[in-house]
């Protein structure tokens, strides 16, 4: 995907392969691109080296006396999470893209299936915004590496989910498929 691709409609079916509809930005071309499928080992295995990581560090506090550092360490961690959830999402969340080619009709009940799933993203970044920062006025007040580690975590989500929103998808939801 070297053009600029616009996700308009995302396929979330527990069943069958999930995909997601792409509009090329400037030929106005549609593509389907399936989600990648993980091997559930990975899953297990990245489960329980998480597990062991965050039972070590479960005790362990930052002794840090200046709130301006704590505000630092939170901020290098969030510059580190733009990276790391901008590279996870590109390389990680589809597979090769394909052009398809629909009707009219059904591009028109794919933009307004779209926008519900738009509301959705947008309102699970929200909650997951808004855990980030609770999480890290905690972190600030206890100064606990466990939140800093689900601080990093939320981090690393919001920016991979936010890679899903460029600007020209609120533009082409508002004029119904057209940029």
């Given at each position: 995907m070297n053009v600029k691709m616009i996700p308009f409609y995302t396929e979330y079916k527990?069943?069958?392969?999930?995909?997601?509809?792409?509009?090329e930005?400037?030929?106005?071309?549609?593509?389907?691109a399936f989600h990648r499928k993980v091997n559930k080992l990975i899953y297990v295995i990245a489960f329980a080296f998480v597990l062991a990581v965050l039972r070590?560090?479960?005790?362990?506090?930052?002794?840090?006396?200046r709130p301006l550092l704590l505000l630092a360490f939170i901020l290098f961690g969030f510059v580190i999470s733009v990276f790391i959830g901008m590279y996870s999402y590109k390389k990680f969340t589809y597979e090769k893209s394909?052009?398809?080619?629909?009707?009219?009709?059904?591009?028109?009940?794919?933009?307004?299936?779209?926008?519900?799933?738009?509301?959705?993203?947008?309102?699970?970044?929200?909650?997951i915004a808004f855990?980030?920062?609770?999480?890290?006025?905690?972190?600030?007040?206890?100064?606990?590496?466990?939140?800093?580690?689900?601080?990093?975590?939320?981090f690393?989500?919001?920016?991979?989910?936010?890679?899903?929103?460029?600007?020209e998808r609120f533009k082409l939801n508002k004029g119904r498929g057209e940029l």
């Open positions: 527990n069943t069958s392969q999930n995909y997601t509809l792409f509009i930005h400037k030929s106005n071309r549609i593509y389907k070590g560090i479960q005790s362990l506090h930052l002794p840090v006396k394909r052009e398809v080619f629909i009707t009219k009709s059904a591009l028109d009940s794919y933009m307004i299936k779209g926008e519900r799933v738009l509301k959705t993203e947008l309102w699970t970044v929200s909650i855990s980030s920062i609770i999480l890290s006025l905690l972190f600030l007040i206890t100064q606990s590496l466990i939140l800093y580690v689900f601080i990093i975590a939320c690393i989500l919001i920016n991979a989910l936010i890679c899903r929103f460029p600007k």
